[in-house]
Each structure stands twice: as structure tokens, then as C-alpha cells.
């Protein structure tokens, strides 16, 4: 089967009430489509990145109260998990669908990150897209557009990865729902490559 977009009943599930149906409108709803992506791209990925990716569907197992906000897909070196690594994203909020590179806080790659960003933000600045964002928290939906980003946000952005042990960061593209783009599989996933092709050589960095 091939993936076939996302469409706004998918964005409406964040709006179902209560965890349990919200996650059976999830799983009945968007994780098949997160499942055929991650299938999709991960060939790509694989030979972008020089290694095998290997797709990972949020299954929100630990939630017991709370319905979740967000879902996504990730794509890491690993067929365990990808949450210790660096990985790829691309998941959705009610408002939009995100397609993002990550290092989250169980990472211990964030020490070398965060020394790579502070080394080359003027290279980063220069040649990541205005109209990609950053983010240092990935269960809140707000964010830094890149063109924003001064030499200063890059310094503290590594310093905070460096010395706290929570803090994560993330930077790529948001496509806010309803765009035309999201409807039509085959567009949506060369969208989806082109924005991790921008986003390796942060993926690099990582390492």
C-alpha cells in the first residue's frame, strides 16, 4: 500500500475527548498511514544517512490518563528504539504536521551536539531555510522560526543542551493543516525527503 496523505479527520483525532477513545480514533485513523510512511522513507533515509534507518510509530503505551497531543513516526540507526539516538520525525499536532530532525533527552549525543551548533551556527544560519523552526521542547507546539535565530539563540541553545539534563532540541519544517500538500501522497513524500536532505547535515553533527 502507498502512502496516501494525510487528510483532516486525521488532525481532528487530538480533538476526541478521553485517552481511550481518542486513541482508538489514533490507532484506527493514523498510525496505519505513520506505519506506511515509515516503511516508505526509510530506504531513503537508509542511503541518505550512509547506514540502515529503521521506522519507530509512537504507540503512547506509558499514557494512563492524558490522551495524547502528538503522534509521529521516527527514523533512527537502531531497531530497538530511537529516543537514546538522533533521529528523523515526521508526526502531527490538531494544528499541524511536523518533519523535523531531533535529539531529545535521553541522548547522550546532545553533549556533542550541542558543541558541533556552537562551532558552526554561522554555517547553520546560513544554510538551513528561513522557513524552517526550532524547538527545545517536543511536547509543546510552539517554536522559533529559523530566520529569527541570531547568533546569541544558537550559543544559548548548545548551552542549555550541554548543562541540562532535560532539554532536547529540534528544528525542521511545519506544514500547517489544511495545506494542499497534505492530501497528496506521492508530493507529501518528496516534500518529506527534500526537508531531510536539509536537515543532515545537522544529523551529522550529532555524531
Not at 57 to 74: E, G, L, Q, S, Y
Not at 161 to 189: D, H, M, Q, T
Amino acid at each position: 500500500m502507498s502512502f496516501e496523505g494525510f487528510h483532516s479527520q486525521d488532525f481532528d483525532v487530538f480533538t476526541v475527548p478521553g485517552l481511550e477513545p481518542r486513541m482508538e480514533a489514533l490507532i484506527a485513523n493514523v498510525r496505519p498511514k505513520l506505519e506506511t510512511l515509515g516503511g516508505e522513507i526509510a530506504p531513503f533515509l537508509s542511503a541518505l544517512c550512509g547506514e540502515e534507518m529503521f521506522p519507530h510509530v509512537a504507540k503512547h503505551a506509558r499514557r494512563t490518563i492524558n490522551p495524547p497531543n502528538d503522534t509521529w513516526v521516527a527514523w533512527a540507526a537502531s531497531k530497538r528504539g530511537y529516543k537514546a539516538l538522533p533521529h528523523f520525525q515526521v508526526g502531527m499536532f490538531e494544528s499541524h504536521l511536523f518533519v523535523i530532525f531531533a535529539v531529545i533527552y535521553e541522548s547522550s549525543n546532545k553533549a556533542v551536539f550541542a558543541k558541533h551548533l556552537e562551532k558552526n551556527r554561522s554555517k547553520v544560519k546560513k544554510t538551513l531555510p528561513e522557513d524552517f523552526y526550532w524547538s527545545m521542547d517536543h511536547m509543546d507546539p510552539g517554536f522559533t522560526p529559523h530566520a529569527d535565530m541570531s547568533a546569541k539563540d544558537f550559543t544559548q541553545m548548545a548551552e542549555k543542551l550541554e548543562k541540562v539534563k532535560k532539554s532536547e532540541v529540534l528544528c525542521g519544517l511545519r506544514i500547517p493543516r489544511g495545506e494542499a500538500v497534505l492530501e497528496n501522497g506521492p508530493e507529501l513524500v518528496s516534500l518529506i525527503q527534500s526537508t531531510f536532505e536539509k536537515l543532515l547535515p545537522l544529523y551529522k553533527m550529532a555524531f
